[in-house]
Every structure is written in C-alpha cells, then in structure tokens.
C-alpha cells in the first residue's frame, strides 16, 4: 500500500482557510486520495476524496498536484468544530472489492479562536 | 434508529475472558469493517467483510474473530482477551458501487485488566 506523509500538527485561526498538505510519492494510477477526519471522542468521519481532478464539497476543497504526488485539503473559513484530526489515505480504484483504508497517524489541526 | 451502531460504549473485561463487541448497520451496506485505535498508531483494520458470510484479515487480525451470518451485523469476538487488546474500536460500513465512503460507528471502549 502506497504511503501517505502528513505534518504531526497544526494551528489555524477561526474563520482563517486552513490548507492541510499531504505527499504520496509513491502513489499508483489507480490510487484514489480520501481525507477522513476525526473529532474528539467520535469515529472518523468522510470529508472528500479525489483521482486525478480538483474536487469540491460542501466540507472542503481537495486539490491534487498534476503529478498526483501531493494533495491538499482545504477548509475554507475554519471553525471551532473543525479541530480535529486529519487523515490522508490513498485507497485502490480496484483494492480487491474492499476499498479497504490504511490510516496513518493524521494531522491534528487546532482551531484558535 | 437509522446509521451504525455500536454496543456496548464501554466495556472492561478481565485478562482470559471472551468478550463480543457488537455492529449493527440499517443501511444494507455490502461492507463492514472492523479496525483499533490507540494512541500513536491511527486507526488499523482487523478484519472486514464484503458481504454476509464472506470475512477476511486486516493489518492486525491476531487474537480476534469475526462473523457475519446476516449482512447488517458484524460482531467482533476477542476469544481470550489480553491487556494488549485495551483500545477502541470502530467499525465501519460501506456500500458496493461508486459510493467509496465508509461510515463509522461511535466506537467501544475496552478495557482489559
């Protein structure tokens, strides 16, 4: 499985665009980028996911570098609900029927007032 | 109630005893999935299932069994609980097609002493 690399932490201000980075050097053609994020004491939850195009969502932005070895997501005025941790995963179009999710450890982004 | 559900929250158990970790889903979602959480290491998947009767093994499926005789339950069974099997646990559905979201549940807590 394709590995992803996110940043430990980060800080935003509230009602501030938040741009959460990942690389995937070693990503494959056929390798969809899915952010999930984690509130505080729930299970994760879908944000958005993308191939090869930038894709947008009533949550965030997902832009994709042309090469596809990094992404970005984007909150575009953060909230206090958005703290949380964020997680970039890079799932198979065709990963044995079960789409299944490798997390890593996640960014966890605070949201300062 | 319509979603994910998970039963019990919470849970402590003694080291030797067998505890069953229960998931329901409402939505007839083909895939279920079952993963840990503990600190520092993100969500890893133990086993997942892409229809009722058909299982299969994760990242760290030792220690573990599961089951699926209907395709809206999906019961986690530790046979012989350990310390090391105090974590969270999720678990998470997800429909066939071009839906590759996952949904998950709120998550049990267990502690093994």
């Known amino acids: 499985d394709a590995k992803t690399t996110q940043p430990n932490s980060m800080e935003s201000n509230e009602e501030e665009p938040v741009h959460l980075p990942c690389n995937h050097s070693t990503i494959s053609g056929t390798d969809y980028i899915h952010w999930y994020r984690q509130l505080p004491s729930q299970g994760p939850e879908y944000v958005i996911h993308g191939l090869t195009s930038n894709v947008n969502n009533r949550m965030a932005s997902l832009a994709i570098a042309e090469d596809r070895k990094s992404s970005t997501l984007i909150l575009h005025r953060a909230t206090l609900r958005d703290a949380a941790v964020y997680y970039c995963?890079?799932?198979?179009?065709?990963?044995?029927?079960?789409?299944?999710?490798?997390f890593g450890t996640g960014t966890l982004l605070a949201v300062q007032p | 109630d319509a979603g994910i559900t998970q039963s019990p929250r919470y849970k402590i158990t003694e080291t030797g005893r067998q505890v069953t970790l229960m998931c329901h889903q409402t939505?007839?979602?083909?895939?279920m999935f079952w993963y840990r959480q503990d600190l520092g290491h993100g969500l890893r998947l133990i086993y997942y299932?892409?229809?009722?009767?058909?299982?299969d093994k994760g990242e760290v499926p030792d220690g573990y069994v599961v089951s699926r005789s209907k395709t809206e339950n999906f019961p986690l069974t530790l046979e012989s609980a350990t310390r090391s099997q105090t974590s969270v646990y999720f678990c998470?559905?997800?429909?066939?097609?071009?839906?590759?979201?996952?949904?998950f549940g709120p998550g049990t807590r267990l502690t093994v002493t």
């Open positions: 998470a559905s997800k429909s066939t097609g071009v839906s590759y979201e996952q949904y």
């Open positions: 939505w007839s979602h083909s895939y």
């Open positions: 995963i890079l799932s198979p179009l065709y990963g044995g029927a079960t789409n299944k999710l490798i």
């Open positions: 299932s892409a229809a009722a009767d058909i299982t």
